[in-house]
């Protein structure tokens, strides 16, 4: 695998010990194999299911999830390359200005080695709970987008919009990186469309034996907005199981088949990849790191 093809791994939030020292090994052992970056899906809460009886939900409270940002804050200090991408962080749901100070914070903490993976979410559940409207979440966070990049790169700023009342006031300390790169998320068309107006990278999840039309896509989304794949680039999130309810979704759960994957995104022009290792009927982190060290293995990574 060449150097400038990213492969990184999904931290499976939901399969893992909550436990401090089974999660910082499972990071310094993901850098120690080669793996170039770690990701962390978003939830702040799951949906109780008594009063739902009809919920459609990919998740509900029994799922566990981390809180992207602190988890990131603690693995920083645990690992020296690895770099940490939100996959995606529900940004609507947020207030902005707190996010921008939570994330500047993580950057400096980990050297900047940071990446902010945005998407709009779909439970409405959570905005409720978080006191942030679902509609209009989209026209939200674009103007999030915009506002988070003057805050990590401007010494004070002043907004007056309908989404942000900010007078005269700014960060400190700034971030390492003026501003941290912001990737968006999610394979819908205005995902695809947001990412290449607005994004630093998209980070959808297409199965592989889609790679070619997602790539065409992109470009199509790239075209339209005036921009260059130097400009956005992209990282696929790969399934190497099968998730249940999702069929033909993932691979075939060996390592073979992963570092096939791995090939074919670098080969229609990707700038990276990520292997979530979840649905495969683990139930330690050990056992993902088993799978990753073997997928490891044949592509060759160097720590």
């Known amino acids: 695998m060449t ?16 436990d401090a020292k089974v999660i910082g090994h499972y990071a310094q052992a993901v850098e120690g194999m080669g793996y170039s970056h770690l990701v ?21 409270y029994k799922d566990s999830f981390h809180e992207p940002l602190t988890l990131f804050s603690y693995l ?25 100070k939570q994330a500047a914070n993580v950057d ?25 409207p679902f ?28 989404f942000h009342k900010i007078t005269d006031a700014g960060l400190n300390p700034l971030p ?18 947001r990412a290449a107006r607005l994004g630093d990278g998209w980070f959808p999840a297409f199965n592989t034996n889609e790679a070619e039309k997602g790539m ?15 400009q956005v680039q992209i990282e696929n999130n790969v399934l190497v199981g099968q998730r249940g309810n999702l069929p033909d979704w993932g691979g075939d759960g060996t390592a073979d088949s992963a570092a096939r994957d791995a090939e074919v995104w670098r080969n229609v022009g990707a700038d990276g990849m990520s292997f979530d290792t979840t649905y495969m009927g683990f139930k330690s982190a050990d056992q993902h790191l088993e799978m990753l060290r073997r997928i490891a293995g044949n592509l060759n990574l160097k720590a």
């Open 3 to 18: 150097k400038s093809f990213r492969v990184g791994v999904v931290f499976p939030q939901t399969e893992i010990e909550a």
């Open 40 to 60: 962390a899906y978003d939830h702040v809460l799951g949906a109780g299911l008594a009063t739902r009886p009809d919920f459609k939900g990919f998740y509900t």
């Open 76 to 100: 920083a200090g645990l690992t020296k390359k690895l770099t940490f991408m939100s996959g995606v962080v529900v940004l609507p749901q947020r207030q902005t200005a707190l996010f921008a």
């Open 108 to 132: 400096i903490f980990c050297g900047g080695r940071l990446r902010i993976g945005v998407g709009v979410g779909w439970n409405d559940i959570e905005y409720e709970a978080l006191g942030m």
């Open 135 to 162: 509609a209009g979440r989209g026209a939200r966070m674009d103007d999030q987008i915009r506002v988070l990049r003057r805050l990590w790169t401007e010494p004070t700023i002043t907004e007056d919009g309908p």
């Open 176 to 193: 390492i990186q003026r501003p941290i790169p912001i990737w968006v998320g999610g394979f819908s068309e205005a995902a695809v469309n």
């Open 216 to 230: 065409a896509m992109f470009d199509a989304a790239l075209k339209k907005a005036g921009r260059t794949r130097s």
